[in-house]
């Protein structure tokens, strides 16, 4: 489950003489430390190659909420400003074609978000549209006359107008009831109303949006983490593709995704240029001279992790092939060269989200970075500009050639934040897992690690399940956390995860509970024998998602070791969550079809069967906003164990979806789960 992809830990211990845990660091990194450190993201080079636009996500912890800012880096003297129009908010800052202007969202001017433009000084703002309803995404384009943009709309509203009326009344409606002839009722964490993404053209100097979807019955963006890389322009400026899906009665248990093309000026209707394929086709790029067009595609309708493969299509024939049908990997985020012939694209590689380089003619790959989780990323006529965490590090945006090279780092957010904190070293292990096939784990060292001493330990499992412990930085479920408060962690990339291979991957569908768990049994025995500083009599569990799932199973199935669990997001009864989640493509698949046609594969692994065999302290936590594993699983998992009559509380967040975002809930949420930990361990 892509959007679940969250981490769940579990506390183990070591082989060596009890002793006190680890001296305190120079400087504790501890949850108010992690929720209000600066966020760098969305680099866009500047035409001329000289100067990188860039967006950091400050925190405001009083306000308990981000604050978006625009900052400018120059790529040969590093000298880094922030934008003074930041102070009315900026967000999606872009590069005018000619690099003169930058244009920006903002809600400066009243309560809708809107395109505004500045020059390269930054320090006044201009106003670019004044529309009735929230801009979302947007793009400029080659012309630099031209906007298109998206808008929540009703798809059988003639215009704008019609839909900011139906809006209105509504909020002045005393009426609260909502009637629904299909799914999705919600989404995520929002309940429908009708509206759908559309994109819109318009000139930028004065023209009304035209509506580039028409009565369509989809989003673009897709719902709800799309963005820029759902559509894309072409260089002639005629032509706008995007990824949609035709939603339907079946919008929740299909993957149908495709690719449409629309001309800018509306003069014809949208035309599915994928229809062919019933799986899912994603992120349409145009090469610099137009004549191709590269997108990613999936080969099995109805599984969201199966491999992104990079098609690649000519514009005039329509002619399609793959571009690397043997590279067992699957693509992310893609850009060309400024001469066409590469194509850069992302992808996880055992434990590593590297930047890769394609070679259109010849069809041959190449990792152009090694270690850390490289994210966000731009390709300017002289070099590429990337965004790359580490466990010891969040982002940071680094420059390298369009042939490699060694990576020149350009900024330095958080330096004096972090200054003198002492991180937990980190090291990879490898072992026999399920069905003797190798699977790969990481023991991240205590903060101020002494060796010879025992310290006890948080034993993380991913959510995902199709996810991985890779080497970066996470704002919610950070290892780090634990090695300041003198935990080791241990972590698995049991069979399921991601970057190992697509059979790696598919590996968990249809095994929940078997095949991952012994990894889990597997791994945290080996790590036990390779790393004497795990104690094992003080140990706990934790797992979010798929892994609150298995902190739930493991409660039944695989106690021993623990001397506490915490269960985040996590599914406790498989009937309940069949019939109460959005996406069912992902239940479904997961577990071989639907639940009133199999009703014993979602019997086969449920921890709610099997609650008789619970007996250790457990944690639970849920947010009521969590639609993907809906409250009642977390109430559910509370309600058995408080039956049972076993130590357990429940931690709620009323505005909380299957994350926990805002900076003092974030912080709550460490000092409770610390606090859970400390009290079973004995720390």
């Known amino acids: 489950m892509n959007a679940m992809f969250l981490f769940a830990l579990s506390a183990a211990t070591a082989l060596c003489a009890i002793a006190p845990v680890a001296a305190a660091p120079a400087k504790m990194f501890d949850a108010r430390l992690l929720a209000t450190l600066d966020r760098i993201d969305d680099p866009k080079v500047s035409p001329d190659g000289r100067t990188v636009l860039y967006s950091v996500r400050s925190v405001d912890y009083e306000g308990n909420q981000g604050v978006m800012s625009l900052w400018l880096v120059d790529t040969k003297t590093k000298a880094a400003r922030k934008l003074a129009i930041s102070q009315g908010g900026a967000s999606a800052g872009r590069w005018s074609p000619d690099g003169k202007s930058i244009y920006f969202l903002s809600s400066r001017n009243g309560d809708t978000a809107q395109i505004f433009r500045t020059d390269l000084d930054g320090e006044k703002a201009e106003a670019v549209t004044a529309l009735p309803l929230d801009v979302g995404a947007f793009s400029i384009a080659p012309d630099g006359k031209t906007l298109v943009l998206s808008m929540a709309v009703f798809p059988d509203c003639p215009d704008i107008a019609c839909t900011k009326a139906r809006l209105d009344a509504k909020s002045k409606s005393k009426v609260s009831g909502q009637l629904y002839d299909r799914l999705f009722v919600r989404h995520w964490d929002a309940w429908a109303d009708g509206t759908r993404n559309h994109l819109f053209a318009m000139k930028i100097e004065g023209a009304s949006p035209v509506d580039l979807m028409p009565g369509f019955d989809g989003d673009c963006p897709n719902k709800p983490f799309g963005g820029n890389v759902d559509f894309a322009i072409s260089p002639d400026g005629k032509i706008v593709l995007f990824s949609a899906k035709w939603a339907g009665k079946d919008e929740p248990w299909t993957t149908n995704f495709d690719i449409w093309q629309v001309p800018i000026d509306a003069s014809a209707r949208p035309k599915n240029l994928t229809e062919a394929n019933k799986a899912w086709d994603a992120a349409p790029l145009f090469s610099p001279d137009g004549k191709t067009v590269v997108y990613r595609a999936m080969k099995r309708p109805g599984f969201e992790s199966d491999r992104f493969g990079i098609m690649v299509r000519d514009f005039t024939t329509g002619d399609s092939r793959e571009l690397l049908p043997t590279w067992d990997r699957s693509a992310d985020g893609a850009a060309f060269s400024p001469d066409g012939e590469t194509l850069y694209v992302t992808a996880m590689e055992e434990g590593q989200a590297k930047l890769f380089a394609v070679e259109m003619a010849r069809g041959t790959v190449a990792a152009l970075t090694d270690k850390g989780t490289v994210g966000a990323f731009d390709v300017g006529t002289n070099g590429i500009v990337y965004a790359s965490t580490n466990l010891h590090s969040p982002a940071q945006l680094f420059a390298i050639g369009l042939a490699g090279g060694k990576p020149q780092q350009l900024t ?176 479904e698949w997961e577990r071989g079809g639907a639940f009133y046609d199999v009703p014993e594969n979602y019997e086969k692994f449920n921890p709610a069967s099997h609650v008789k065999q619970w007996k250790k302290p457990m944690l639970v936590i849920h947010g009521d906003k969590d639609f993907r594993i809906p409250l009642a699983q977390g109430i559910g998992a509370f309600t058995a164990l408080q039956r049972l009559g076993i130590e357990s509380k429940f931690l709620f967040f009323p505005d909380e979806n299957h994350w926990v975002l805002k900076p003092q809930n974030s912080v709550l949420w460490h000092k409770t789960v610390l606090d859970w930990l400390n009290r079973w361990t004995g720390k």
């Open 412 to 587: 330095n957010a958080n330096v004096e934040a972090l200054t003198g904190v002492v991180w937990g070293d980190r090291e990879r292990f490898r072992f026999k897992g399920w069905n003797d096939e190798e699977v790969q784990g990481v023991v991240v060292e205590p903060a101020g690690y002494r060796s010879g001493v025992k310290y006890p330990v948080a034993f993380l499992i991913h959510g995902g399940p199709q996810g991985s412990f890779g080497n970066s930085w996470s704002y919610r479920w950070n290892p780090q956390i634990f090695a300041n408060a003198g935990y080791a962690v241990v972590m698995i990339d049991f069979h399921g995860s991601t970057g190992y291979g697509q059979d790696f991957t598919d590996s968990i569908s249809g095994h929940w509970g078997d095949r991952p768990l012994e990894d889990l049994k597997k791994g945290w025995a080996h790590a036990l024998g390779k790393y004497p500083f795990l104690d094992e009599t003080r140990a706990c569990a934790l797992g979010a998602s798929y892994g609150g799932f298995m902190v739930a199973w493991i409660a039944s199935q695989w106690n021993e070791p623990w001397k506490c669990l915490v269960d985040h997001d996590g599914v406790f009864d498989a009937h309940g969550m069949g019939y109460s989640t959005e996406e069912l493509w992902f239940d």
